[in-house]
C-alpha cells in the first residue's frame, strides 16, 4: 500500500473562484480597481479599520509603494529584523536605503524592541517590524519609540491577515502596512497583497504612486475632468482576475482561519509530550496576541541535526521545511545592509527551526502521522 503523501501547503481553492473570474470578464472590467477590487478593498479596510486599503500585485509591491510613498532616498537608513524575507529588505535597497538588521525575540522570532533604540541614528527614517507566524511584536513599545524619535512604522503583516494585538488588526498599527496574498498564505489569490495606509495623509499620494504617478482614480471618481502625471509611481494594480480569485476566498476567509487555528492546536496538543522530553520547542504566542494559524514551527534541540529530521520526514513523503536564511549573512544583506550587534539569536533560531505541514483541511490523522514520524527521528 503506497504512502500517502503529506504536502508542505497545499492551496485552498473554495468553489466561487471560476464563477467569479467569469463574472469579471462578463463584466468585461479586465484591468485593475474594478469592482472585484473595490469589495476587496473594503474588507480589508472593514476587518483591519485601516483608512484605506490598496490591491497590488504582491505584498512586495506593497512595500515598494510604502518605500516610495515615505521618500525613501540613497543614504536612508530602515530598521528591520534580519529573520524576514528577503523583500522587506529589498523594498528600501531599491531607493538606496540600508537595512539596518536587528536581533530577534527568543519567544516569538519578531524584531526585539528592546534593541530598537540602539540602532538609531540620524539618517534612521522607519522602522518595519516583521510578525513573524502572524504572531504580533510588541507594537506599542515599537510605536512608542518611533513617535519619540519621529520615525515611520511600516508593518510587514504579509503572514498577518485577520490576527491581532490586544485586539487590533495587524497591519493597521503603523503608519502604512501590508499583507500578501501569496499562494502559501491564508488567504491567497496565486499572488497578491496590499498597502493599508493608517495616516489620512498618505492616502492621496499612495494612489497617485499606485497609478504610474498619476491622478487617475481622482478621474474615475469625478472628481476632476482629465488625469496626468503627478509624481513618480509605477503600475502595481493586479487585474480584476486576480481581484475576483481573492474575493472568493475572503468570502470564507474566517472559516479558513477557523481550520488553521484547529489545526496549529492539535499539533501544539500533540507535540508537548516532545518538548517535555526536551528534544523540540513549541511556538509560544504572547496573551495579548491572536494568531490566525498560519504556520506551525517546531525548534529543535541545539545538538539536533536539522538536515537529518528534514531528511527523515522528506523520506516519509512528508513536505517539511525550514525557513529564512538571515538577510545579514547573505551576500546581498552583507552588501546592502549593516547589523547592529551579533544578532546571536537570529542565526542560532534559524539553524533549528522546521515547519510542519500547515494548511486548510489538513486532517486529524494527517497530523498524527507527521508527528510519529517526528518522534521516531527524534527519540529513535
Request: hydrophobic content about 40%; overall charge neutral; some cysteine.
Amino acid at each position: 500500500m503506497a504512502i500517502e503523501t503529506i504536502p508542505f501547503n497545499r492551496p485552498y481553492v473554495s468553489d466561487k473562484e471560476l464563477t467569479y473570474v467569469a463574472e469579471a470578464q462578463r463584466n468585461r472590467h479586465l484591468s485593475g480597481d474594478g469592482p472585484f477590487t473595490k469589495r476587496c478593498q473594503q474588507w480589508i479596510e472593514q476587518k483591519t479599520g485601516c483608512t484605506k486599503a490598496l490591491l497590488t500585485h504582491s505584498c512586495t509591491s506593497a512595500l515598494e509603494l510604502a518605500a516610495l510613498l515615505l521618500d525613501i532616498r540613497s543614504g536612508d537608513e530602515v530598521i528591520m529584523p534580519s529573520y524576514t524575507f528577503v523583500s522587506t529588505a529589498n523594498a528600501f535597497v531599491l531607493r538606496g536605503a540600508i537595512p539596518v538588521f536587528v536581533d530577534i525575540r527568543e519567544d516569538t522570532l519578531n524584531l526585539d524592541e528592546k534593541l530598537i533604540e540602539d540602532a538609531i541614528t540620524p539618517r534612521t527614517r522607519a522602522i518595519v517590524p516583521v510578525h513573524y507566524a502572524g504572531v504580533s511584536c510588541e507594537m506599542d513599545t515599537i510605536n512608542a519609540i518611533a513617535k519619540r524619535h519621529n520615525l515611520r512604522v511600516v508593518e510587514d503583516a504579509a503572514q498577518g491577515v485577520l490576527a491581532s494585538y490586544k485586539g487590533r488588526a495587524l497591519g493597521a498599527l503603523g503608519d502604512l502596512g501590508s499583507f500578501s496574498f501569496h499562494e502559501t498564505k491564508n488567504v491567497s489569490s496565486g499572488e497578491g497583497g496590499s498597502l493599508l495606509v493608517n495616516d489620512p495623509g498618505l492616502v492621496s499620494a499612495a494612489e497617485i504612486i499606485r497609478e504610474k504617478g498619476t491622478d487617475r482614480g481622482r478621474f474615475f471618481r469625478g472628481e476632476i475632468d482629465k488625469y496626468t502625471w503627478q509624481d513618480v509611481g509605477s503600475s502595481l494594480l493586479p487585474s480584476e482576475i486576480t481581484a475576483a480569485c481573492l474575493w472568493a476566498q475572503m468570502e470564507q476567509a474566517e472559516q479558513i482561519t477557523a481550520g488553521r487555528l484547529a489545526n496549529w492546536n492539535r499539533y501544539h496538543e500533540m507535540l508537548a509530550p516532545l518538548e517535555q522530553r526536551g528534544v523540540l520547542r513549541r511556538p509560544i504566542v504572547p496573551s495579548d496576541c491572536q494568531h490566525n494559524g498560519h504556520i506551525y514551527y517546531i525548534l529543535l534541540a541545539s545538538e539536533a541535526d536539522r538536515m537529518r529530521v528534514l531528511a527523515g520526514l522528506k523520506q516519509s513523503r512528508i513536505g517539511a521545511v525550514f525557513h529564512y536564511v538571515p538577510l545579514h549573512s547573505s551576500p546581498a544583506g552583507i552588501r546592502f545592509g549593516r547589523a547592529t550587534g551579533g544578532l546571536l539569536l537570529t542565526t542560532s533560531l534559524s539553524e533549528r527551526l522546521v515547519r510542519l505541514p500547515m494548511w486548510f483541511g489538513l486532517n486529524e490523522s494527517q497530523q498524527q502521522r507527521v508527528c510519529d514520524v517526528l518522534r521516531a527521528i527524534l527519540l529513535g
